[in-house]
């Protein structure tokens, strides 16, 4: 490969909670590693690979300049936001005045909700969910009502279409949360299910707030459509987010982004995001952006791809021959496992505090599926190098599952 997916970081001291956060927030973060083991980070939804060069030398080559004054986003920016979603999404007809900056996707979030719902009113989300939809939904005063997804015969995450239709009418539902692809799933959603969900949407008179951020990190063999590309319907029925940060690890430099075609939304979206004068872009974010979507980003995300392919396939594999009891849907996009440790549990007398304590022990940092909303579950990061998921997986063996039975 071209760029480099197999060097072990030392992200220590480097401003990362993925490594220094273990053991600072009780029920969230894993506990640190007893001694003699070292660190593998499997929680936070980061990635420890060196990202596409293109990146630090645009910043580089920014902070160069010795002004860092008020600016605006430039023409390089919206062309390089447009040309993206064109060449990997086939997406046409977006321009410039359709895409506006976020602080992040989370922040997005709430300022489409906020423009188009009260608080105390009832926003539905599909269940496992995301815990920053959890918290940053409910902080803002709304009440979540899930719609769970469904495994069926061949262990598909599904979207169960009658209870949506079914809870938004009882409910009086008018905003909801889409997650494509979903996390902590790793669905990726087919043409017809975005449809028949936008079908489910439109009857009830829904905007759709669709988080699209980790739609660059699709696995071999499964394609990403953007929600607002199924239908003239959902093209304006849409608030959509995306974001460089997931693809190429930079959610510490915060920069996201808005695709939205109906004026109407738009503007009612911009009101809530810009009159506070919170949402203010950074200008080396912005040279980040420039930098990730250069031609060399486009490479970089290709490879990358195949590296978190092949470390899905190996970690799916492996839990179905070592690890009796463990259910696991195999993800299509992102590079998260989401465990259903229910039957290991109840075999092996064990509660999933335990098992969890016990990864953790060993250094196998991996993160409480409970706050996803999975009963008895574990949720597992696989962006390291090959090398780092199967000493994890080797530990997991010798020192977690075997042993307490």
């Known amino acids: 490969m071209k760029y480099d997916f ?12 993925a490594v220094d956060g273990l053991g600072k927030g009780p029920g969230f973060a894993p ?19 060196p990202t596409v060069p293109t990146i630090p030398e645009a910043i580089i080559e920014r902070a160069k300049h010795p002004a860092y004054g008020y600016f605006d986003p430039s023409e390089e920016y919206y062309d390089s936001i447009i040309r993206w979603h064109e060449t990997r999404n086939g997406v046409t007809g977006l321009t410039a005045e359709c895409i506006g900056y976020e602080n992040g996707v989370l922040g997005g979030v709430i300022s489409a909700l906020t423009a188009f719902a009260a608080p105390g009113d009832k926003v539905l989300l599909h269940s496992p969910t995301y815990i920053g939809f959890t918290g940053s939904i409910t902080n803002n005063g709304y009440k979540i009502v899930h719609s769970p997804l469904k495994l069926d015969e061949n262990g598909i995450w599904r979207m169960d279409f009658e209870d949506m239709d079914r809870k938004l009418k009882a409910e009086k539902i008018h905003v909801a949360v889409f997650c494509s692809p979903h996390n902590p799933c790793g669905r990726v959603w087919e043409r017809w299910e975005i449809e028949k969900a936008m079908e489910v949407y439109k009857a009830n008179d829904c905007v759709v707030i669709s988080d699209e951020i980790w739609s660059d990190l699709i696995l071999e063999g499964y394609k990403h459509i953007p929600t607002q590309s199924v239908s003239e319907d959902a093209r304006n029925r849409t608030v959509a987010f995306y974001a460089p940060s997931k693809t190429f690890n930079l959610a510490g430099l915060v920069g996201s982004y808005h695709i939205i075609y109906n004026s109407y939304l738009r503007d009612r979206v911009r009101a809530k995001s810009e009159k506070p004068h919170y949402n203010s872009m950074n200008v080396l974010s912005m040279h980040a952006l420039i930098g990730a979507y250069k031609p060399e980003g486009y490479e970089w995300v290709d490879e990358l791809r195949q590296v978190l392919t092949k470390n899905i396939d190996f970690a799916c594999d492996f839990i179905e021959q070592h690890f009796k009891g463990v ?3 195999k993800p299509q996009g992102t590079y998260m496992l989401f465990l259903d440790c229910t039957e290991w549990c109840k075999e092996n007398g064990k509660t999933i505090d335990e098992l969890e304590q016990a990864g953790w022990d060993v250094g196998v940092a991996w993160q409480d599926g409970r706050m996803f909303h999975g009963p008895c ?20 063996e010798e020192y977690v599952f075997h042993p307490m039975k």
Do not use: C, H, Y
Request: net charge positive; proline share 7%.
């Open 6 to 17: 197999t060097s072990i970081i030392d992200r220590r001291g480097k401003d990362a909670i």
């Open 31 to 49: 506990s640190a590693p007893k001694p003699g083991f070292d660190t593998i980070p499997m929680w936070v939804a980061d990635m420890n690979f």
């Open 327 to 329: 259910q696991v849907s």
């Open 377 to 396: 579950a574990i949720r597992m990061n696989l962006a390291l190098p090959f090398s780092r998921v199967e000493e994890a997986f080797r530990r997991l």
